[in-house]
C-alpha cells in the first residue's frame, strides 16, 4: 500500500478557497511619487490589513464550525452502539427541571395517549411506531414527572427535513444528536407535559431492550426488582443532590442496578440476542 500523507484539516481547504476570492487582489507595483505615492501607499496598507483581518476571521469562524458542528469522523462515530457521551451533539439547550422523584401518578397513562396521538398527528404518513417507556410507564412506580416515549421512523434519520419539521410545528423541540449511539435524536418539549420524545431507526434494538425492562417491571411476580430499581433511582437523586450532579450523573449512578435487571429481563423473556457484549 503506497504512504499517504495526513489529510489537510477541512477548515483549511475551506480557507484556502475563501482567501483567493477575498476582496483586494494585489495589484502591480507602480512607481508612484509626491502626495499620489502617499495615498497610494496608504491604499496599500489598508488593503492588506482588510486582507490579514479577513483571512483569520474565516479560519476562526470555519475551524469553530468544523469543531461543534460537523459530524465526527472517528471510527466511534459511526459505531452503531455503544453509548460515547463524548459524542452527543448539542443542538438546543435543554429545559432545566429538578432532580426529583415522585409518587407514581395515574394521570401518566393519558398524558402519554394525549402525546402519542400529537405525535402521530404530526407524523402524517411517515411509518412510526409510538411506544410508552422509562418509569412513568411502570404503573405504581415512583418516577421523575417527565413523560418518555420512544418513536420509530423507517427512514434514515439523518435526514431530518423529513421529521424534525413536523415535529417542530408540533411543539417538539430538538435538542440532542446521538449518532454514535443508534442514530438517535432527541426532541423535547414541557407544555402541557415535560416530554422526552426519543427518536430512533425501525428495528431498533435499543428500543426492544427498553420494551423489556418495561414489561419486565410491570409485572407483579418482580416486586423484588420494581424495589431494587426505586430504592437505586432514590439513592442516585440523593447522591446528586450532595455532589451538585446533573441527569447524567443521574443515570450513571443507577445504571449498574438497571443493567442487572434488564439482563435478567432479557433472559426471561428469551432475548438474550440483545445482551449487551
Known sequence: MANSLPACPPWREQLASTTNTLPFRPVHKMAISGP?????????HLRDTWRLKTTFW???TMSTHMSTNAPATTAKAHASAGFSPEMVQAVAQRARVPLVIRDYDPRSVDKYEAIAKRVNDALGTLRATIHHVGSTSIPGLPAKPIIDVDVTLACDLADEHLYAPLLADAGFKLVLRQPSWHQNRLFECTEPTHVNL?????GCAEVERHL?????LRDEDHEADREAYVAAKRAAVEECR?????????N????PVLREILARALRGSGRTDLLDD
Request: aromatic residues 18%.
Open 36 to 44: 499620489l505615492g502617499v495615498i497610494a501607499k496608504l491604499f496599500g
Open 58 to 60: 474565516a479560519m476562526f
Open 252 to 255: 450513571a449512578k443507577k445504571a
Open 198 to 202: 426519543h427518536i430512533f431507526p425501525a
Open 242 to 250: 450532595r455532589t451538585a450532579g446533573d441527569g447524567r450523573a443521574y
Open 212 to 216: 423489556a425492562f418495561r414489561d419486565w
